[in-house]
């Protein structure tokens, strides 16, 4: 039940009471009413006061008056315990409107920490998104610049790489044109030292071409000598190992690069 209603039962309570005891007096009053009215008649006549009032009349005083007090006392404590019973309601009433009022505050105190709380923790996720993604962009930068770096760098290698490659080449074909000159004047003193030692035997026909190897010294010293392939017979074979034995030590190479331990050499003597 709402305070509305409960405050309209309470109203509608005290007219009732209200209308209770107007009729209670209207009854009360009426009573009286009923007693046929006399003539107006005055008779002189010397009484005592003990014999003016009967004791029946005097006994009916006195249970009206009582009656009367009665209902006045009731109608008072009547009207006292509607009075306690609404102050009573509107004490309730108060106490409950304070109660929702501090439930509402409450209520509201706690919707609003609650939308603070939530608040800071949208603040805090969002911050921390933005750090995230803050510490990635930096991440990424360095990445790249990293890479660049690494880019640049290779491209520097592969340029001085290029640049060195070309300039061997260049050093080599340099090396190779001067080395293939020295190895050809090479050849040619060992060829004419050795020829100008070998004794031509007389089976040894034109054209002699043959395959030899020697194993030398960085001296020169021959150490060994021997024939492979020849087109000459066995006395040729034997002369011209024996040439090489006699032409040593040998002559050595400009370049020292040239010299090799096991000298392989085609014997093509001019005849």
Known sequence: MSDKNKITSIMMACILHGFLIASL????????????????????????????????????????QAEEEKRQKDIREENQRIEEKIKAEQNRLENEKKKAEKIKREAALKKKQEEEALKKKQEAEIEKKRIAAEKKRQ?????????????????????????????LENEQKRLDALRSG?????????????????????????????????????????????????????????????????????????????????LRFIFEPIQ
């Not at 009413?33 to 008649?41: D, H, V, Y």
């Not at 024939?227 to 400009?254: F, H, M, Q, T």
């Open 25 to 64: 007096v209207f009854v009360f009053e009426t009573s009286d009413a009923n007693i046929p009215i006399r003539p107006l008649m005055i008779k002189a006549k010397i009484v005592k006061e003990e014999n003016l009032i009967t004791p029946e009349k005097k006994q009916e005083r006195i249970r009206r």
């Open 182 to 262: 020295a190895l050809s004047r090479y050849m040619y003193a060992l060829m004419m030292k050795i020829e100008n030692a070998w004794i031509q035997p007389i089976s040894a026909g034109k054209g002699i071409s043959c395959s030899v190897n020697v194993r030398q010294l960085p001296g020169g010293e021959v150490v060994s000598a021997a024939v492979d392939a020849c087109n000459g017979d066995e006395s040729v074979r034997r002369s011209i190992e024996a040439a090489v034995y006699k032409a040593s030590p040998l002559p050595s190479p400009e370049d020292p690069s040239l010299f090799e331990r096991n």
């Open 139 to 167: 991440e990424d930068i360095e990445r790249q610049r990293a890479e660049n770096e690494k880019l640049r760098k290779e491209m520097e290698e592969a340029e001085k790489k290029a640049q060195l490659d070309r300039e």
